[in-house]
């Protein structure tokens, strides 16, 4: 009778210890595969850029690849609209980008609210600046603005999309600097310096990543509180005089079916991530600028004050009712 009192003691005990062992291997496993990271455009912008920045440190920290997977269309709406069908199992995420994620609903049934996404980290901006070629006539910032002051609605800017960061900054800045310029559109980045370059138009409302990427360009400001680290000869708006500081917001959002957990175990993971010194030094050497904005309360008040300064922009220039 005791013997089999104990056996069944025994028994009883390997399973809690097996039990536990199981639970804790489950969750210390994760991720125990690799994780498909969409972005919702093509290949070569910056939103593919900084996502293969980030992939060789993960897989160094958590042993898992990412893997790229491109969903483009309608300026990212094709992919936003969809995120939330995806499985929420913590093996799926994809890009986000502020401003777009906030304009587009704004302007019409895309299949997506701002509010549907669940936005697990800001990770980084790429600051608007003005960008011009290294032999312009516009040799600093108030070069241009006397320019433009002079000849209404001669300067032309090249930019990427209309509504986009690089759109309200140029509507910002006309309202700032008490000017009127134009404004063209193009399909991105790399089309929008091709115009600049070629003469078409006169100067870019670009990022600073710009003359990292392509040569024979130069910035007049950038839109940070502070001057980049990559460019310290190039002033700030507000050093000039004019309350601007921005640009396109990326982050990372998981499917709304994901639970707590797995939302803030991607958080902390990217957030890892964002605070190696190694990897902060490729992002600022690339042009970009830091962010950390992590899920919580912190992220719910960072997307209320983007949503107030971009709504804004947008009605004023007429973007959305």
Do not use: C
Request: proline share 5%; hydrophobic share 40%; net charge positive.
């Amino acid at each position: 009778m005791r013997r089999a009192a104990r056996m069944v003691m025994t028994a009883a005990a390997a399973a809690m210890v097996a039990g536990v062992g199981f639970s804790t291997g489950a969750v210390a496993a994760y991720p125990d595969q690799p994780i498909t990271y969409y972005i919702p455009f093509g290949p070569g912008g910056e939103s593919d850029v900084t996502a293969r920045f980030q992939q060789p440190f993960f897989k160094q920290k958590f042993g898992q690849d990412f893997i790229i997977t491109y969903k483009p269309g309608g300026g990212g709406a094709v992919g936003w609209s969809q995120l939330n069908k995806m499985k929420g199992d913590g093996y799926t995420i994809m890009g986000t980008n502020i401003p777009h994620i906030i304009i587009q609903p704004e302007q019409s049934q895309i299949g997506y609210q701002t509010d549907d996404l669940v936005n697990v980290y800001f990770f980084h901006f790429t600051p608007d600046a003005i960008v011009v070629k290294d032999d312009s006539q516009f040799k600093t910032l108030k070069d241009l603005v006397d320019y433009a002051k002079a000849n209404p609605g001669k300067v032309t800017f090249g930019g990427s999309g209309k509504g986009s960061a690089n759109h309200l900054a140029q509507i910002m800045f006309d309202e700032a600097a008490g000017i009127k310029s134009t404004y063209v559109a193009f399909g991105g980045t790399g089309p929008s310096v091709t115009a600049l370059l070629g003469g078409q138009t006169m100067a870019q409302w670009g990022y600073t990543t710009v003359p990292k990427q392509f040569e024979r360009t130069r910035l007049l400001a950038v839109a940070m509180d502070q001057r980049h680290p990559g460019f310290p000869d190039v002033p700030t708006f507000k050093e000039l005089g004019y309350e601007m500081s921005g640009g396109t917001y990326r982050g990372i959002a998981v499917p709304k079916s994901a639970s707590e957990e797995t939302r803030k175990k991607l958080a902390d993971m990217i957030e890892a991530i964002n605070k190696d010194p190694a990897f902060i030094k490729k992002m600022l050497d690339g042009g970009f600028a830091m962010l950390d904005v992590k899920y919580g309360k912190s992220m719910d008040d960072f997307m209320a004050k983007m949503k107030t300064i971009y709504i804004k922009a947008a009605k004023e220039a007429a973007l959305v009712k």
